[in-house]
């Protein structure tokens, strides 16, 4: 019998649905009501690390293990159709987190990951906008995301404050 040995959730805003991700490569939706299973999206070829969900609740992201480039992926999925609506690449080592940007409206992700990056993307266009190697920190542990744009970095050996203007551009690195 397969156990969950790694759960990592997150709830979809206005609903009564949890999301998550665990060790056996899926994604899962749970009724927080009754406990039961809504859902279960496609099976991932790495495992699913972390999941986000964005404010309006439509929108998952979740990120994949991996190792030299292979996994290491942001995976955006439809809440409403409960389709992969495609895959973010670019790290070269796992995704350890994945966070919506508080002040984008659901269109930007930012994502950490093993390789000491924090990179931001555009979900909408799929691409990589800016990416901050946060040298001499580690494994990038955790996201938050403040509604000013700015993020707080939580790595294996401190933390590390970013702060965004409107261009998603940094014009400020604290490290502590």
């Known amino acids: 019998k397969l156990r969950y040995l790694r759960w990592v ?3 979809i805003p206005n609903e009564n649905i949890l999301v998550q991700t665990s060790e056996d490569k899926r ?3 749970w009724d927080t009501r009754n406990l039961q299973l809504v859902h279960v999206y496609p099976t991932k070829h790495y495992i699913q690390t972390c999941c986000d969900v964005d404010s309006t609740g439509t929108c998952i992201v979740t990120g994949s293990n991996g190792f030299n480039g ?3 992926e942001v995976s955006l999925w ?4 409960k389709q992969l609506l495609g895959d973010l ?4 080592q796992g995704v350890n987190c994945v966070k919506f940007l508080s002040s984008s409206n659901g269109k930007t992700v930012l994502s950490g990951s093993k390789d000491s990056l924090v990179k931001l993307w555009d979900i909408t266009k799929r691409e990589c ?4 190697r946060l040298a001499g920190m580690g494994s990038v542990t955790d996201l938050i995301s403040y509604p000013d744009g700015s993020v707080m970095c939580s790595t294996t050996s401190g933390c590390v404050l970013l ?3 409107d261009r998603n551009q940094i014009t400020e690195t604290i490290c502590f």
Do not use: H, M, Y
């Open 89 to 92: 690449r670019g790290n070269e």
């Open 9 to 11: 959730w997150a709830l």
């Open 27 to 29: 994604v899962r939706l």
């Open 78 to 81: 439809d809440v409403r159709t």
């Open 163 to 165: 702060t965004l203007d």
């Open 129 to 132: 906008i800016l990416d901050k």
């Open 70 to 72: 292979s996994g290491c």
